[in-house]
C-alpha cells in the first residue's frame, strides 16, 4: 500500500513539475525569487511559513508581498532556535540540526507543491536545481547531498497545514505547526503524525462564547472566510453557541471579491439595526488575516463612518487569533473607524527578549543575515533600497541599513515557533538515547580534522509512528521563556489566550507595556476567564461606560414570559403578561400557583397566603369598628330601656304591654346586638359554635315573643266577635312558655346542626389572591338555620296584618305591625347584599352585623319607643282612672272575666283617652260601648 501511495505521488509530483515548467519556467526556478533555504546539518528539520503573501492575481505568479512578522520573524525564529541546540554540544551527542524551510506563500496550492521538497528523496525524484548547464546547453547533473527530513515545522495558516499534513502522513514524517489552530487537526483518524504547540480552535471558540456571555450577548453575527480556517472555526463556534443558547443572526461566507464583501456588510448592517436598541452588534470574525484590511474598508465605506464624529451605533468585532495586531494595512485611513473597539483574542505568548536581540542585530554582510536569503528582500521592500551596487551609485543602499530598535514588534507566534523545534529536538534527543544509545560525535581536537562519522542507521531512516507516539507526545520542557511545554494526546497545546481590545483614541501612559494601540483586558484559559472591564473602550474617556447591547431582544420585564417569534429562534421574543396569580417557571412559560397560592415578587416561586397574608376581620379595621359601635349603642339603650321598665314596673302601661314578653323582647334584643361582637371575631371553632347557635336563637326569641304578642291579640279579637268566652293561653305565664317552646325548636335544631357538622374553621378563596379564615359552613347553609326565624317574621307578619283593624287606641298591634314590615323590608335588603358582596368578606360580614343590629332597632323603637314616650313625658295617662264607664264595663263582665279588674283599668286608663273612646262609641258596631271594654279588658 505504501509502495502504491509513494509510486502515484511520484506521478503526480513530475506530472506537476513538467507542467509548470512549460507553462512558466520561472515558476520553480531561482531567478527573482527564493523557493528554499537550506541548512546543513547531520538531522534535517523542515519548515514551512507564509514568508509572502498571497498574491492578488492568482493567474500570475503565486506569491505577493513578502511578509515581516508572519513570514520572516518565523523563519529568523526557527533559524535561531536551531542554532541554540546546536550550540550545546552536549545535547543530541554532538549531532547537528539542519533545516530545509519552504515559503508557502500563503497558498495551500503552492504550499503543497513546494512540500513534495520533504519527501523526493523517499519517492526518488529530484527537482529542477539539480540540473545545471555549464556551457548552457547540455545540463550535468549536480550532486547534491540529501538528507530525508525527520520532522517538519509549520505550516502557519489551517488550510496550508491541512495540505501539507495530507502528504507528510502517506510517508509517516512528523509535523508540528506553531500556528494552526484548525480543530480537525486534533483528529488522529486523519491526521495521525500532526501535533502544535497551540490550542486547538475548539478552546478559542469557547473562549470566544465566554467572552460574549460575560457583556450578555446572545445575538451575534458571524463571518468567515471561505477556507479551511473560516468554515471549521465557524463551526466550532456555532456547535459552542448552540450550547449555551447564543443566536447567531447571519452568516456570511466571504471571500477576497469587493461585491461579495459589499454585499455581506449590507446584511451585516441590517441586522445591527441602528435605529433600533436591539441588533447583532457584535459580529463574530472567523477569517484568515489577508480578508481584515478589505473587509475593514467596506465596512467604514458601507457605514459612513467618518472621523471626529460618534456614531450611534457600530460594529463591534469579536475576533479570532487569526486577526494580526501588527498588520498596520488593518487600519489605515478609515479602517481605523471601523476597526475601533474591537475585541481580539490571541494566543497568550511572551517577548522572548533574546531572540529580539538577535534579530536586531542582523546586518546585510553577516553570515546569519546571509544565510535567509528572504532577508534581503525584506531589506529591499522595506527600506526601498538595492543591494550589490556599484561604489559610484547614488542609488540607497541597503548595506547600510539596520533594522531600527524603535516601534520593533516581533511577530506574536515567536515563542511557538521556538516551542516546536525544541519540541522535535527533545524528541529526537530522547529516540537517540533509545536507539543509539552508544553514537557519539568526538568533537575533541584529536579528532577534530578526522572524518566526521555518519548518523547511526536508526535515526537515518526515523520512523515517524513511534518518533510521534513513543517520543514527541511525551517530550516536557521549559522554553526560552520558563513556559512549562507539553502535549495532549491529540498533539494539541496547553489552551492559554490573551484578549486584547483596539482603542487607537486613548491615551496611553509612558510605562505602558501594550503594543500600539491594542489594550490587554483579560485572559482565558481551561479553568477560568479575566476580564478588566475598567479597561473596555466604553469606559475610557468619551465612552458612555455602558456595555454595548447586541441582542434580538430585550430582557421582559418582572411578570412577563417570552413569546418566542419563531420555534427554532430562541434569542428573539415578544414579551406576554402573566397573570397575576401565576409564576414563571421558566423564562417562557407561566404557571398557575394554585388556590391560596400567590407568586413571589422575583415571580420563580410561589407562597402559601395562609402563612402570610391570612385574612380576617379585625378589631381595629373600620368594617368592625362601625357595626361595633353600633351594637355597642344598641345594648345601651335596650339597657336604658330594661331600666326604665324595672323603674316603671308596676305602673299600667308597663303592666299593659306584658311584662314578661317585654323583657325576653328586650334580652333578645341585647342577644341580637351581642352577635356583632360574634362575627367580627377571628373564627375559631367556639365563635363558630356560637355564631351558628346564636344568632338563629337571639331572632327566635325575639321573633317568638313578637308571633305570640300578635296571635294572642288576634285570637282575643276574634273570640270578642263571637262570643264573650275568654280564648286559651293568654295568660302571662302561658306566652312565656309559647315563647320558650318556639325559640327551643330553633335552639334544638342548631344543637343538634352542631353535633352532625362540628363547629370549625376552614380557608375561604373569595378571590385569586386572598385567602380567608372563616367558619367550615357554607354561606347558604348559614341561611338555612335562619329559615325557622323567617318563618316566625312572615308569620308575626301575617298576624300584623289580620289584627290591622284592631282600633289604633288599643294596646300595640299598630306598632308591631310597623316593626314587622320594615323588618321585613330589613331582611330582604340584607339577603340581596349579603350574596352581592360575597367576594369581600369584610363588606359581608359588616352588612350582617348591622342587618342584626338594624333588626333589634327596628323592635326597639317601633315597639317600646311609644310606651317611653307616655313613661316619661305623658305621665298623666300612666294611671289609673276610676269613672262611670270603667264601673258599667266591670259589672257587665265579671262574670266573664273574673280576676281581670285590675289588668281591665290599668288598660282602660293607660291606652283609651277619652276622645278615642267616644269615636269608638260612634263606629259601626252593634254594641258600641260594651264591644270597646271588651276589648279593652281583655288587652
Known amino acids: 500500500m505504501f509502495s502504491l501511495l509513494a509510486m502515484a505521488t511520484q506521478i503526480l509530483a513530475n506530472v506537476n513539475a513538467l507542467a509548470q515548467i512549460v507553462d512558466d519556467p520561472s515558476y520553480l526556478s531561482s531567478h527573482g525569487h527564493v523557493r528554499n533555504i537550506r541548512i546543513p546539518g547531520d538531522l534535517i528539520i523542515g519548515g514551512v511559513f507564509p514568508v509572502h503573501a498571497k498574491a492578488d492575481n492568482p493567474e500570475g505568479h503565486p506569491c505577493g508581498e513578502i511578509a515581516e512578522t508572519r513570514g520572516v520573524h518565523r523563519v529568523e525564529a526557527m533559524?535561531?532556535?536551531?542554532?541554540?541546540?546546536?550550540?550545546?554540544?552536549?545535547?543530541?551527542?554532538?549531532?547537528?540540526?539542519?533545516?530545509?524551510?519552504?515559503?508557502?506563500?500563503?497558498?495551500?496550492?503552492?504550499?503543497?507543491?513546494?512540500?513534495?521538497?520533504?519527501?523526493?528523496?523517499?519517492?526518488?525524484?529530484?527537482?529542477?536545481?539539480?540540473?545545471?548547464?555549464?556551457?548552457?546547453?547540455?545540463?550535468?547533473?549536480?550532486?547534491?547531498?540529501?538528507?530525508?527530513?525527520?520532522?517538519?515545522?509549520?505550516?502557519?495558516?489551517?488550510?496550508?497545514?491541512?495540505?501539507?499534513?495530507?502528504?507528510?502522513?502517506?510517508?509517516?514524517?512528523?509535523?508540528?505547526?506553531?500556528?494552526?489552530?484548525?480543530?480537525?487537526?486534533?483528529?488522529?483518524?486523519?491526521?495521525?503524525?500532526?501535533?502544535?504547540?497551540?490550542?486547538?480552535?475548539?478552546?478559542?471558540?469557547?473562549?470566544?462564547?465566554d467572552i460574549a456571555l460575560n457583556f450578555n450577548w446572545t445575538y451575534v453575527s458571524l463571518v468567515y472566510s471561505a477556507d479551511e480556517y473560516g468554515e471549521l472555526g465557524a463551526d466550532a463556534f456555532k456547535k459552542e453557541a448552540r450550547r449555551v443558547n447564543i443566536c447567531i443572526a447571519i452568516e456570511e461566507r466571504i471571500s477576497n471579491k469587493k461585491e461579495a464583501l459589499t454585499e455581506s456588510i449590507d446584511n451585516l448592517i441590517k441586522k445591527l439595526q441602528p435605529d433600533k436598541q436591539v441588533g447583532a452588534r457584535v459580529v463574530v470574525l472567523f477569517v484568515g488575516t489577508e480578508y481584515v484590511p478589505e473587509l475593514m474598508l467596506q465596512t467604514a465605506e458601507r457605514m459612513k463612518l467618518k472621523g471626529g464624529t460618534k456614531e450611534q451605533k457600530k460594529i463591534i468585532w469579536l475576533a479570532s487569533e487569526g486577526w494580526d495586531r501588527n498588520n498596520d494595512a488593518y487600519t489605515l485611513g478609515t479602517r481605523k473607524l471601523a476597526a475601533e473597539g474591537a475585541i481580539v483574542l490571541m494566543l497568550e505568548s511572551q517577548r522572548v527578549p533574546s531572540f529580539e536581540e538577535y534579530f536586531l542585530s542582523l546586518h546585510p554582510g553577516s553570515d546569519k543575515f546571509e544565510r535567509n536569503k528572504w532577508l534581503r528582500?525584506?531589506?529591499?521592500?522595506?527600506?526601498?533600497?538595492?543591494?550589490?551596487?556599484?561604489?559610484?551609485?547614488?542609488?540607497?543602499?541597503?548595506?547600510?541599513?539596520?533594522?531600527?530598535?524603535?516601534?520593533?514588534?516581533?511577530?506574536?507566534?515567536?515563542?511557538?515557533?521556538?516551542?516546536?523545534?525544541?519540541?522535535?529536538?527533545?524528541?529526537?534527543?530522547?529516540?537517540?538515547?533509545?536507539?543509539?544509545?552508544?553514537?557519539?560525535?568526538?568533537?575533541?581536537?584529536?579528532?577534530?580534522?578526522?572524518?566526521?562519522?555518519?548518523?547511526?542507521?536508526?535515526m537515518t531512516h526515523i520512523d515517524g509512528d513511534v518518533f510521534y507516539n513513543k517520543f514527541l507526545l511525551n517530550v516536557k520542557f521549559k522554553d526560552l521563556v520558563g513556559k512549562r511545554v507539553h502535549f495532549s494526546p491529540q498533539g494539541d497545546g496547553p489552551a492559554h489566550y490573551t484578549i486584547l481590545n483596539y482603542q487607537p483614541n486613548r491615551v496611553r501612559s509612558g510605562d505602558s507595556s501594550d503594543r500600539g494601540d491594542y489594550v490587554e483586558i483579560g485572559r482565558w484559559s481551561e479553568d477560568a476567564m479575566e476580564i478588566d472591564e475598567t479597561l473596555m473602550f466604553w469606559n475610557m474617556e468619551g465612552g458612555d461606560g455602558k456595555a454595548p447591547v447586541s441582542q434580538c431582544s430585550l430582557p421582559c420585564p418582572r411578570g412577563y414570559r417570552k413569546q418566542l417569534i419563531k420555534v427554532d429562534e430562541i434569542c428573539c421574543w415578544a414579551c406576554g403578561k402573566c397573570d397575576d396569580f401565576e409564576f414563571l417557571v421558566n423564562e417562557t412559560t407561566c404557571v398557575d400557583c394554585g388556590k391560596g397560592r400567590w407568586p413571589t415578587k422575583d415571580r420563580t416561586d410561589c407562597y402559601d397566603l395562609a402563612h402570610h397574608e391570612l385574612k380576617h376581620m379585625r378589631w381595629n379595621s373600620w368594617y368592625s369598628i362601625v357595626p361595633a359601635g353600633f351594637a355597642v349603642i344598641g345594648i345601651l339603650a335596650t339597657l336604658v330601656v330594661i331600666?326604665?321598665?324595672?323603674?316603671?314596673?308596676?305602673?299600667?302601661?308597663?303592666?299593659?304591654?306584658?311584662?314578661?314578653?317585654?323583657?325576653?323582647?328586650?334580652?333578645?334584643?341585647?342577644?341580637?346586638?351581642?352577635?356583632?361582637?360574634?362575627?367580627?371575631?377571628?373564627?375559631?371553632?367556639?365563635?363558630?359554635?356560637?355564631?351558628?347557635?346564636?344568632?338563629?336563637?337571639?331572632?327566635?326569641?325575639?321573633?317568638?315573643?313578637?308571633?305570640?304578642?300578635?296571635?294572642?291579640?288576634?285570637?282575643?279579637?276574634?273570640?270578642?266577635?263571637?262570643?264573650?268566652?275568654?280564648?286559651?293561653?293568654?295568660?302571662?305565664?302561658?306566652?312565656?312558655?309559647?315563647?320558650?317552646?318556639?325559640?327551643?325548636?330553633?335552639?334544638?335544631?342548631?344543637?343538634?346542626?352542631?353535633?352532625?357538622?362540628?363547629?370549625?374553621?376552614?380557608?375561604?378563596?373569595?378571590?385569586?389572591d386572598q385567602v380567608v379564615l372563616t367558619c367550615n359552613v357554607p354561606d347558604h347553609q348559614f341561611l338555612y338555620s335562619l329559615a325557622y326565624d323567617a318563618a316566625l317574621i312572615v308569620l308575626c307578619t301575617v298576624y300584623a296584618v289580620k289584627t290591622r283593624k284592631v282600633p289604633e287606641n288599643f294596646n300595640e298591634t299598630k306598632f308591631i305591625g310597623f316593626s314587622m314590615y320594615t323588618t321585613c323590608v330589613v331582611w330582604l335588603s340584607w339577603i340581596f347584599f349579603f350574596f352581592g358582596t360575597g367576594s369581600d368578606f369584610q363588606i359581608q360580614t359588616t352588612s350582617l352585623c348591622i342587618s342584626i343590629s338594624m333588626s333589634a332597632n327596628v323592635a326597639l323603637v317601633c315597639i317600646f319607643s311609644p310606651k317611653l314616650w307616655i313613661i316619661l313625658f305623658e305621665k298623666h295617662k300612666n294611671v289609673r282612672k276610676q269613672d262611670g264607664e270603667y264601673r258599667l264595663a266591670k259589672s257587665s263582665y265579671r262574670s266573664t272575666l273574673c280576676n281581670t279588674d285590675e289588668i281591665s283599668a290599668t288598660q282602660y286608663t293607660a291606652l283609651l283617652s277619652d276622645q278615642r273612646r267616644r269615636s269608638s262609641r260612634k263606629s259601626s258596631q252593634p254594641s258600641p260601648s260594651i264591644t270597646s271594654n271588651a276589648h279593652d279588658t281583655f288587652l
Open 79 to 209: 533559524l535561531y532556535a536551531l542554532d541554540i541546540i546546536n550550540a550545546q554540544k552536549d545535547f543530541l551527542r554532538g549531532y547537528k540540526l539542519g533545516a530545509l524551510i519552504l515559503d508557502s506563500c500563503s497558498n495551500p496550492a503552492y504550499a503543497l507543491n513546494q512540500s513534495l521538497d520533504f519527501v523526493r528523496d523517499l519517492i526518488g525524484s529530484s527537482d529542477v536545481s539539480e540540473y545545471q548547464c555549464a556551457d548552457g546547453s547540455t545540463p550535468e547533473n549536480k550532486y547534491v547531498a540529501r538528507k530525508n527530513v525527520v520532522a517538519v515545522v509549520g505550516g502557519s495558516y489551517s488550510s496550508v497545514t491541512v495540505q501539507i499534513a495530507n502528504l507528510l502522513r502517506l510517508f509517516r514524517i512528523v509535523q508540528v505547526s506553531p500556528a494552526s489552530t484548525n480543530a480537525d487537526l486534533s483528529d488522529k483518524s486523519r491526521f495521525e503524525y500532526f501535533a502544535r504547540t497551540v490550542p486547538s480552535d475548539n478552546y478559542q471558540a469557547r473562549a470566544m462564547i
Open 377 to 458: 528582500e525584506l531589506w529591499m521592500h522595506k527600506f526601498n533600497c538595492e543591494f550589490d551596487l556599484p561604489p559610484e551609485s547614488t542609488v540607497n543602499r541597503c548595506e547600510a541599513h539596520r533594522q531600527p530598535k524603535e516601534d520593533f514588534n516581533p511577530d506574536d507566534k515567536i515563542q511557538f515557533v521556538i516551542e516546536a523545534v525544541f519540541a522535535i529536538a527533545h524528541a529526537l534527543q530522547a529516540m537517540k538515547q533509545v536507539v543509539c544509545p552508544n553514537d557519539t560525535v568526538e568533537t575533541s581536537w584529536i579528532s577534530r580534522h578526522s572524518k566526521i562519522p555518519d548518523v547511526c542507521t536508526p
Open 643 to 768: 331600666v326604665i321598665y324595672i323603674q316603671y314596673n308596676e305602673t299600667p302601661v308597663v303592666k299593659a304591654s306584658g311584662r314578661e314578653l317585654s323583657y325576653i323582647l328586650l334580652v333578645s334584643m341585647i342577644m341580637c346586638y351581642s352577635m356583632t361582637f360574634v362575627l367580627v371575631s377571628r373564627p375559631t371553632p367556639l365563635v363558630c359554635a356560637i355564631k351558628r347557635t346564636g344568632i338563629g336563637f337571639a331572632f327566635s326569641c325575639l321573633y317568638a315573643a313578637m308571633f305570640v304578642k300578635t296571635n294572642r291579640i288576634a285570637r282575643i279579637f276574634s273570640q270578642a266577635t263571637r262570643s264573650a268566652q275568654r280564648p286559651g293561653c293568654i295568660s302571662p305565664i302561658s306566652q312565656v312558655l309559647i315563647t320558650v317552646l318556639l325559640a327551643g325548636v330553633q335552639l334544638l335544631g342548631s344543637l343538634l346542626w352542631l353535633y352532625i357538622v362540628p363547629p370549625g374553621t376552614r380557608h375561604d378563596y373569595p378571590t385569586r
